[in-house]
C-alpha cells in the first residue's frame, strides 16, 4: 500500500525519519562503508538525508532521492549531497548512473519489485538492501 506523502511527514518524528529524530545507526553504517563499492552513490527514499550528508562528508557523490517534497526541501537547505524528488518505482537516472545504490527501509513502502528493477537498472556494481523486522500495519501488502 502506497501511502501519501503527508502519512511520512506526520510520521517522520516517531519512526526516525524526521530532520529531528533522524540519527545515524552504527550497523548501517558499517556496512554502508564496508560494502560501497565506486564513488557515485544513490540514497533511494533518503528521506531526512542523514546517510547521504555522511557518506558525502566522506567523500562519495551521493544523490539522495525521496518522493516526500518536504524532506528534499530540508536536506537541500541542511545536509551536503545532491538531493532529488522523485519515485523509487521509476528512478529518473540513466542507465548505470551509480556505482552504489542503497535502499534501508522501503521496499515496504511501494511496489518492491518495481523498486528492485529500477535499483538494478540505474546501478553498475552493487545493492545494498535492508527491510525491516517488523513493518507498520499499515503498509503491509495483501
Known sequence: MIKKPAYYLDSAAGMGW????AKLD???VSLLTDYIYGSKVL???CGSGIYTDYLSSLGYKVWGLDFVEKFIANAKKNKKGNFIKGRAEKLPFEDNSFDT??????????????????????????????????????????
Do not use: N, W
Request: aromatic fraction near 4%; charge should be neutral.
Open 101 to 142: 545504490v542503497f535502499l534501508f527501509d522501503i521496499l515496504e513502502h511501494g511496489d518492491d519489485k518495481k523498486i528492485l528493477q529500477q535499483a538494478k537498472r540505474v546501478t553498475c556494481k552493487r545493492i545494498i538492501v535492508i527491510v525491516p523486522r517488523m513493518v507498520d500495519k499499515e503498509l503491509e501488502q495483501s
Open 43 to 45: 540514497d533511494v527514499g
Open 26 to 28: 552504527r550497523e548501517r
Open 18 to 21: 524526521g530532520e529531528s529524530s
